[in-house]
């Protein structure tokens, strides 16, 4: 499966920012799907995901209460809602799928820039 990551940008303290993933070549009815972040000088961190039925999502800490994934019916775009955005957000955001089978992230998007001022 190939995915294209979209929506990042600039945005104030507060606001909000929709990230989609598109997935071209197959859907994801039989991937999980996850969202990961990179600010610089840090690790690449886990934010959210979506397991590959739809049923189960799980939020990093630092996000849960401000971040929503979900899927579209036809399973080919996940997207991340990111509300009450605080300048430690800001970071480069890579969505990965992994086969359900799978135990790593073996699918990449390009990464989205997305800065948040103060």
């Known amino acids: 499966v190939q995915l294209q990551a979209s929506g990042g940008g600039l945005v104030q303290a507060g606001g909000s920012l929709r990230l989609s993933c598109a997935a071209s070549g197959r859907t994801f009815s039989r991937y999980d799907v996850g969202w990961f972040r990179q600010a610089p000088g840090k690790e690449r961190e886990v934010v959210a995901t979506?397991?590959?039925?739809?049923?189960?999502?799980a939020y990093a800490d630092s996000v849960e209460g401000r971040f929503t994934v979900s899927r579209n019916i036809a399973k080919t775009t996940v997207v991340l809602q990111m509300n009450n955005l605080k300048p430690e957000d800001t970071a480069v955001y890579y969505c990965?799928?992994?086969?359900?089978?799978?135990?790593?992230?073996?699918?990449w998007g390009q990464g989205t820039q997305v800065t948040v001022s103060s």
């Open positions: 990965g799928a992994r086969d359900v089978a799978g135990r790593r992230y073996d699918y």
């Open positions: 979506l397991s590959w039925n739809g049923g189960n999502t």
